[in-house]
């Protein structure tokens, strides 16, 4: 069994985006909703970042990337 959660969304750009320029993406993962990634014999707790581009047709792409939470 798998679920997923969303914990946080945010919305980088919208309307006629200017072409050719590259737009930075930081987003500051939420303390008390975060932990290291952990593997287990009986569960894992992993953490991915989708990023999702709705172009003006409504055509949609996205696509996931794993992402490795440590603790120092």
């Known amino acids: 069994m ?3 959660t969303e914990i946080q969304n945010i919305q980088i750009g919208d ?3 200017v072409r050719k320029i590259p737009i930075p993406i ?3 993962f939420p ?3 975060t932990c290291p990634t952990l593997s287990t ?3 894992k707790l992993e953490f991915e970042v989708n990023i999702s581009v709705v172009f003006e047709d409504n055509h949609l792409v996205s696509e996931n990337f794993p992402i490795y ?3 120092f």
């Open 26 to 28: 930081y987003m500051v």
């Open 2 to 4: 798998s679920i997923a």
């Open 69 to 71: 939470i440590t603790r």
């Open 31 to 33: 303390r008390l909703f």
């Open 15 to 17: 309307g006629d985006v």
């Open 41 to 43: 014999a009986n569960f």
